[in-house]
C-alpha cells in the first residue's frame, strides 16, 4: 500500500479525532494527503504550506544552530483561526501535517489534540508502511561495453 492511500485509510477509518482542512504536504510541496473540504484548493495550500515551513526553517538557522526541527511548529493565528503546520519523520523523509482552522471555540484544544493526532499518524504509518523498497535481486542488463552504450546514444 502506498503512503497516499495508506494516510487516506487512516483519517477515514482509524482517526478518531475530527479534523477537517488538514493535509500532510511533503517538503516540496507536493499533497499527499488532504480532507474533503479542501481538496479544490490543496494543491495551492500544499505548496505554499511547503514554502512557508522552508521560509521558517531558514530564518531558525539565524537564532539556533539546533538543525532538529522535528519537535518545532508553525503557527499564524489568531484567538479564533489561522494555520498550524508540523514536521513529521517519515522513512527519514520530512513531510508537514497542516490544518486551517476558523471560527474556533478553544484553538488552545484543537492544536493539543492535533499534536496527539501528529503521534498517532506517525505511529500507524511506521507500522503499516515499509517504504518504497526493491524486490530487484538481478540486474535487467548486464555486462554491457561501451561501445554498446554509445551506439546506444548515438544520434
Not at 482509524?14 to 499533497?31: A, E, M, P, Y
Not at 490543496?42 to 522552508?54: D, M, N, P, T
Request: charged share 25%.
Amino acid at each position: 500500500m502506498n503512503l497516499q492511500n495508506l494516510v487516506s485509510k487512516y483519517f477515514n477509518e482509524k482517526c478518531d479525532l475530527d479534523f477537517q482542512n488538514t493535509l500532510l504536504v511533503r517538503s516540496d510541496g507536493i499533497v499527499v494527503f488532504s480532507s474533503d473540504d479542501i481538496k479544490n484548493e490543496a494543491a495551492s495550500i500544499g505548496a505554499l504550506i511547503g514554502g512557508v515551513w522552508q521560509g521558517a526553517s531558514a530564518l531558525h538557522s539565524f537564532v539556533s544552530d539546533n538543525s532538529e526541527l522535528e519537535e518545532y511548529r508553525l503557527a499564524f493565528d489568531k484567538s479564533d483561526g489561522g494555520i498550524y503546520i508540523m514536521p513529521i519523520l517519515i522513512n527519514d523523509k520530512e513531510y508537514y501535517l497542516g490544518t486551517l482552522y476558523r471560527k474556533t471555540f478553544n484553538p488552545a484544544l484543537l492544536k493539543r489534540n492535533f499534536r496527539v493526532l501528529k503521534q498517532q499518524l506517525k505511529e500507524y504509518i511506521q507500522s503499516n508502511f515499509s517504504g518504497f523498497t526493491s524486490n530487484r535481486e538481478e540486474y535487467l542488463f548486464t555486462d554491457i561495453s561501451d561501445e554498446e552504450m554509445d551506439r546506444l546514444f548515438a544520434l
